[in-house]
């Protein structure tokens, strides 16, 4: 098991910013990927961003491309996902998730990931 707890979600006017962290313990944090989704009312999960278990790569959905970004830092056994110029339209519970690092399917489909964090509201107000 990787437990994973988010912080930092809450309520923001359209074009502030906010910077979510996922925390995990147990295993070796960079043994995994770990990815960002969130899910909106009535609508499915969706991708946000991923980073591999070293952070030398990142991918990041066209959705928010130049708003967001996504880090971690091993030594702390967290990932961040900082959150710019936001919109009305970001407004979602936004999820953090991990997969081994030995996965080899697409880092944005929700299938790949293992463990999943209880997630963090995020609303935007315009």
């Known amino acids: 098991q990787v437990p994973l707890v988010e912080s930092g979600g809450g309520l923001v006017q359209a074009g502030g910013s906010l910077r979510l962290s996922c925390a995990a313990s147990?295993?070796?944090?960079?043994?995994?990927?770990m990815g960002w989704f969130r899910q909106a009312p009535g609508k499915e999960r969706e991708f946000v961003s991923a980073?591999?278990?070293?952070?030398?790569?990142?991918y990041i959905a066209d959705s928010v491309k130049g708003r967001f970004t996504n880090s971690r830092d091993n030594a702390k056994n967290t990932v961040y996902l900082q959150m710019n110029s936001l919109i009305p339209g970001d407004t979602a519970v936004y999820f953090c998730?991990?997969?081994?690092?030995?996965?080899?399917?697409?880092?944005?489909?929700?299938?790949?990931?293992?463990?999943w964090g209880q997630g963090t509201q995020v609303t935007v107000s315009s």
């Open positions: 147990g295993r070796t944090f960079s043994d995994y990927d």
């Open positions: 998730a991990a997969r081994g690092r030995w996965r080899l399917g697409p880092p944005t489909a929700t299938s790949e990931y293992d463990y």
């Open positions: 980073i591999t278990w070293s952070g030398r790569t990142t």
